[in-house]
T-cell receptor
Framework: GENVEQHPSTLSVQEGDSAVIKCTYS??????FPWYKQELGKRPQLIID?????GEKKDQRIAVTLNKTAKHFSLHITETQPEDSAVYFC?????????????FGGGTRVLVKP | DSGVTQTPKHLITATGQRVTLRCSPR?????VYWYQQSLDQGLQFLIQ???????AKGNILERFSAQQFPDLHSELNLSSLELGDSALYFC????????????FGPGTRLTVT
């Protein structure tokens, strides 16, 4: 089955700096890659996603890049703010007629220092 | 607020017992997914239902079962509970069978003592 590795496990950045989180996946057939943000005690929230036919996607201060050949994808947060502090999870799945099963990475705890 | 609701919010029970967790998907969503989040295992997919039918299965124990009812709400049944079953259980929903964007509910925190 699919296996997703996420690095780093913790990331501390100064407010205003950029943060980058990287994930690798094992199943070359995977075609959907979402990123979720989870604040302490709360539900995971979808912040951005990318499909395998796209190399990059941007939404304001957040961008995701996908390298299908190397089987890795990354989340970039620019101009970080204290409210960006949370745990971020990447995930991968193969969307197919039978269903959709997300495999998550282990998470990255991001701390933005004011 | 994602529009996905889960009850109860917290559940404390003893080993060997059985519990039922409930999830109502967002209006219009036909797929429901169940995930388990624990400190040592991270976020793990358990099972997906689409319009009442099981569609995908993950690392769901035989002691666990789920179903989706005609009104599209879903229930996750956990039996013969063990200490290791203590975790956050999330339900998510999406519009179609093949998912894509999944929206998570607030979760049910299960503590087995």
């Amino acid at each position: 089955g699919e296996n997703v590795e996420q690095h780093p496990s913790t990331l501390s950045v100064q407010e205003g700096d950029s943060a980058v989180i990287k994930c690798t996946y094992s199943d070359s057939a995977s075609n959907y890659f979402p990123w979720y943000k989870q604040e302490l005690g709360k539900r995971p929230q979808l912040i951005i996603d990318i499909r395998s036919n796209v190399g990059e996607k941007k939404d304001q201060r957040i961008a995701v890049t996908l390298n299908k050949t190397a089987k890795h994808f990354s989340l970039h947060i620019t101009e970080t703010q204290p409210e960006d502090s949370a745990v971020y999870f990447c995930a991968a799945s193969l969307i197919k007629a039978a269903g959709n099963k997300l495999t998550f990475g282990g998470g990255t705890r991001v701390l933005v220092k004011p | 607020d994602s529009g996905v609701t889960q009850t109860p919010k917290h559940l404390i029970t003893a080993t060997g017992q059985r519990v039922t967790l409930r999830c109502s998907p967002r209006s219009g969503d036909l797929s429901v997914y169940w995930y388990q989040q624990s400190l040592d295992q991270g976020l793990q997919f358990l099972i997906q239902y689409y319009n009442g039918e099981e569609r995908a299965k993950g690392n769901i124990l035989e002691r666990f079962s789920a179903q989706q009812f005609p009104d599209l709400h879903s229930e996750l049944n956990l039996s013969s509970l063990e200490l290791g079953d203590s975790a956050l259980y999330f339900c998510a929903s999406s519009v179609g069978r093949t998912g894509g964007e999944q929206y998570f509910g607030p979760g049910t925190r299960l503590t087995v003592t």
